[in-house]
């Protein structure tokens, strides 16, 4: 079948605004617009430019606004997004050449919650720090994050405020939060407490329909809502 | 569905929107309200005209849209709050969602017939 794809493109150095480029590509249903734009950039433009690496939905670095919506190129098969298939850069972080954005604002949120396990003590075996499976429950859902940005692209809030921290730093708050092993906790709790912390999310779901994880956000920043009130954090 | 802000909505996304938007025009209506309310203490005459600039069908029709902005926002609210306080809700976001739309529409049922009833074409006043 033929598709076409219209790809939102721009380039710095010769664009003053981002215009629209239509191609057109033999797929099968089967394909995926990653494979699209594979045939796109090797075989009818070679400066089109994106960023993959896995592509197979674990690198997480391939995340677009195809037709629409927040959605992993790598995962998104032709015959859900239809014969004509819109991409765009995904929203609200700086583009720096057509699907390719900058990153840089995303990771500085995602460091900022300190996203590693914080213990200095010495395991009771000397060995490893033992933990119950119910409390390794807790924060199953948030540890099968891989950082795509594609839940913080889609948040309203975050489009609107580039301050607020977004669903995915708060996503691996969540992961150490809950952590029965971790002692940054009330440090974790008193950067999520802030004016642009957990408070700005608005109970939308953007991003828990964009996350190709399936993990509910919502849940996990309503959870360390949970966790701020228990402490008393202000 | 379609696209709101260049994003394709989905019925939660509308859903916060529809409480942005209903709780702006539930705000705005409280301005006017506490104008039109205000005109009492130039006397009875001025409040009785004030108060009479709305008796009528076409502002009956406006007050119908005004309860279902207020039902929905009330409804929508409860339904963020319980989210709020049990996370666990979030699971069954859509189907909240959806029964937060349907109740609106079935409250607002009775609620527009009782309403429209005083001046409706077919009821002489």
């Known amino acids: 079948m033929d598709v076409q794809l219209r790809i939102r493109r721009f380039n710095p150095e010769t664009d003053n605004e981002p215009h629209w480029e239509e191609y057109t590509v033999e797929a099968e249903p089967t394909d995926r617009v990653l494979d699209l734009l594979h045939q796109v950039k090797w075989y009818q433009d070679g400066t089109l430019t994106f960023r993959r690496s896995c592509a197979h939905g674990v690198c997480g670095s391939d995340a677009m606004l195809i037709n629409g919506r927040n959605r992993l190129a790598c995962e998104t098969l032709v015959k859900d997004a239809g014969d004509k298939i819109t991409v765009e850069a995904i929203r609200s972080l700086p583009v720096i050449k057509d699907l390719l954005v900058d990153m840089e604002p995303f990771w500085d949120k995602y460091t900022a919650v300190m996203p590693f396990l914080v213990n200095d003590e010495i395991p009771d075996d000397g060995k490893e720090r033992r933990q119950s499976p119910a409390d390794r429950e807790l924060y199953e859902d948030t540890s099968k994050c891989i950082l795509c940005a594609a839940c913080t692209t889609a948040c309203p809030v975050f489009w609107t405020n580039p301050d607020y921290v977004g669903p995915a730093a708060i996503v691996n708050a969540h992961r150490f939060i809950m952590d029965s092993r971790d002692h940054a906790h009330e440090e974790r709790l008193q950067i999520m407490a802030d004016a642009d912390g957990v408070w700005r999310c608005r109970t939308v779901f953007n991003c828990v329909e964009a996350c190709p994880r399936g993990i509910n956000i919502t849940r996990a920043i309503m959870e360390v809502v949970g966790e701020i009130q228990k402490v008393g954090t202000t | ?125």
């Not at chain 2, 209506?29 to 600039?53: K, N």
């Open chain 2, 1 to 125: 569905m379609f696209g709101l802000f260049g994003y394709q909505v989905s019925w939660s996304q509308l859903a916060w929107f529809g409480h942005r938007a209903s709780g702006l025009g539930v705000l705005l209506y409280l301005f006017m309200h506490v104008v039109e309310t205000s005109t009492v203490l130039f006397g009875p005459e001025v409040y009785d005209a004030a108060v009479g600039i709305f008796k009528n069908l076409p502002a009956r029709l406006g007050e119908i849209v005004l309860m279902a902005a207020l039902v929905y926002h009330a409804l929508n609210g409860l339904r963020v709050i319980a989210m709020d306080f049990w996370p666990g809700l979030t699971v069954y976001y859509r189907p909240l969602t959806y029964g937060v739309i349907a109740a609106t529409i079935v409250a607002m049922v009775p609620l527009s017939i009782l309403m429209i009833t005083p001046f409706a074409p077919w009821n002489p006043v």
